[in-house]
């Protein structure tokens, strides 16, 4: 929801390359396209993650409560489930969403 408490509803293509601020989505998008570009390497020759997700949460954005952490943790996640590539321990985990954010 935004802050008038109607639904967001975005879509996007997740191309690493179109990590670009100033796009017409959400700037939070970006936290997502980083992570998967952090995954995509992990995958086979030739393939790429295709997958339709739902973000929902009540952690306020920019609020300093770590919301882009939260998501990028449950975009890892949610990539891990669908791929079946998983780092090898959770600080690897941890250092991948963080360099998302860079």
């Keep these: 929801e935004d802050e008038s408490g109607n ?3 975005v879509s ?3 191309n690493p390359e179109l990590l670009v601020p100033g796009m017409p ?3 939070w998008t970006n936290y997502v396209k980083g992570v998967v570009k952090q995954y995509a390497a992990d995958l086979p020759a030739g393939k790429k993650f295709v997958f339709n997700a739902v973000f929902a949460s009540d952690v ?3 609020a300093g409560l770590s919301s882009s952490a939260a998501l990028e ?3 890892a996640t949610l990539l891990e489930t669908i791929s079946g590539v998983v780092p090898p321990n959770p600080a690897t985990k941890a ?3 963080q360099k ?3």
Excluded: N, S, Y
């Design 7 to 9: 639904l967001e509803i």
């Design 25 to 27: 989505q959400p700037f």
């Design 12 to 14: 996007f293509d997740a």
């Design 95 to 97: 250092l991948r969403c």
């Design 73 to 75: 943790v449950a975009t």
């Design 60 to 62: 306020p954005l920019g």
């Design 100 to 102: 998302a954010e860079h």
